[in-house]
């Protein structure tokens, strides 16, 4: 009997934002498995869910921060085959990821050969950052019948451009690296006092700028902005 691979959203940094059925999950697995970067100590999702896996046997998939799409599939082969081998010994597996598994996360990557090779699995979906983020600055993603896109504002800024213009409402996650473009670019469009962000939502080192003005250049890889152009 193979064993259950679980991708588990720890949500976006406060331990009480994950769920009730993540947490009896991780109780109930085999193994935890977390992703991390070299050199990094544990990951951010690992200390999240650190109070409820004590003692629990952990698998660390060291994964790239790295443009080299070969790497990266290197990585994340690497990664499954680690799984797969926990698997097959019928080990249940479950795979943490900061906020949703279904948004920008590194799981879907090692998730997909795993599902596509026959293995049983489950996605238990976490609170995401856009929705932690439009929390805390008190205002809705999207009302009535507005657009909605959600990007990374890592994309050329041209296209950064076009998606905002074509959209009622945009968020931008991870702009940390060219936020003073963004911001250029928001002024040059007249929405600078339509957005708003927040970098590192619900985690202890949490900064919120409901006017994107105050932002300082010292900015967290973990920034989610929304700009509200239909309100």
Known sequence: MKGKFYGIGTG?????????????????????AAPKTKGEKDSTALRIVAPYIEGKPLLELVLPMTKDRQKLEEAWAKGAEEIKALLDEGKNVAFITLGDPSLFSTFMY??????????????????????????????????????LAVTAAT???????????????????????????????????????????????????????????????????FLTAIIRKGQ
């Open 12 to 32: 976006p940094g406060d331990p009480e934002l994950l769920t009730l059925k993540g947490k009896r999950l991780l109780e109930e697995c085999d193994i935890v």
């Open 110 to 147: 090692v998730f997909r050969p795993l599902k596509d090779a026959g293995y049983p699995w489950e996605i238990v979906p976490g609170i995401n950052a856009p929705s932690a983020t439009a929390a805390r600055l008190g205002c809705g993603l999207s009302d009535w019948k507005e657009s």
């Open 155 to 221: 994309n050329d800024l041209e296209d950064l451009r076009e998606t905002i213009l074509s959209h009622d409402n945009t968020v931008l996650m991870k702009g940390a690296g060219k936020w003073s473009n963004i911001a250029a670019l928001l002024e040059e469009l007249n929405l600078t006092d339509k957005a708003g962000a927040v970098e590192c939502c619900t985690m202890p080192e949490e900064r919120a700028f409901p006017d994107i003005r105050e932002m300082p250049e010292d900015l967290s890889y």
